[in-house]
């Protein structure tokens, strides 16, 4: 790793190399399992939606080495998506099911009676029609989400994840958010970066997603 990593917003040319870092980086996340297109798809429905936060840290040369995702009100990033881009993204994941087997078993398992409500609620918000739910109040609408924070190997330790953070932070803030809520996997390196940043463990919460 040489130079200084840049941070700036996330851009619909950035799209394709933030997807593939994110599926080399968090390899074994789930959403990395439903392949490089479904990836794609989700992170220019991420950057599209109302509410998002999406940064890239970028070297002299322009090649995206971080990247940060976030949003200043959940729930309103989540029903853009699901709008605009939720069919697509339902078929890219039923495709990769279909395909992969283990996928298929881990969906089942873990997420087809969410994935379902949310795919509903993508189709019946593109012709027009609202759906109630219940689980569509569960985030407090005062409380900025960081999703996912991915650096390139070589520029671990370097103080560009630090800087996507706080450059996260200083969009929520703008956006009239005094706090902001990570959602992590329990990996205790991660933990140990959060902490010395100032984050604070409280509690465990089931993905959404």
Do not use: C
């Amino acid at each position: 790793m040489t130079g200084v990593a840049r941070i700036r917003p996330l851009d619909v040319g950035d799209v394709k190399r933030a997807a593939a870092l994110h599926g080399q980086v968090l390899e074994m996340e789930f959403l990395s399992r439903y392949g490089l297109a479904f990836l794609r798809t989700y992170y220019r429905a991420w950057l599209e939606a109302p509410e998002g936060i999406a940064l890239v840290a970028v070297d002299h040369r322009g090649d995206v080495v971080g990247a940060l995702l976030g949003a200043v009100d959940p729930a309103v990033h989540v029903r853009g998506m699901l709008r605009q881009h939720g069919v697509k993204l339902g078929a890219q994941i039923a495709a990769s099911a279909f395909l992969h087997p283990a996928v298929a078993k881990d969906l089942i398992a873990t997420r087809a009676i969410r994935y379902t409500r949310g795919l509903v609620r993508a189709v019946t918000a593109r012709f027009g029609t609202s759906v109630a739910s219940s689980s569509d109040n569960t985030t407090d609408p005062s409380v900025a989400e960081l999703t996912h924070l991915l650096v390139r190997p070589e520029w671990q330790g370097s103080g560009i994840g630090r800087e996507l953070v706080e450059a996260a932070v200083s969009m929520a803030r703008a956006g009239g958010r005094d706090d902001m809520v990570l959602v992590t996997t329990p990996d205790l390196a991660a933990r140990g970066f959060y902490e010395r940043l100032g984050w604070i463990a409280d509690g465990e919460m089931t993905s959404k997603s």
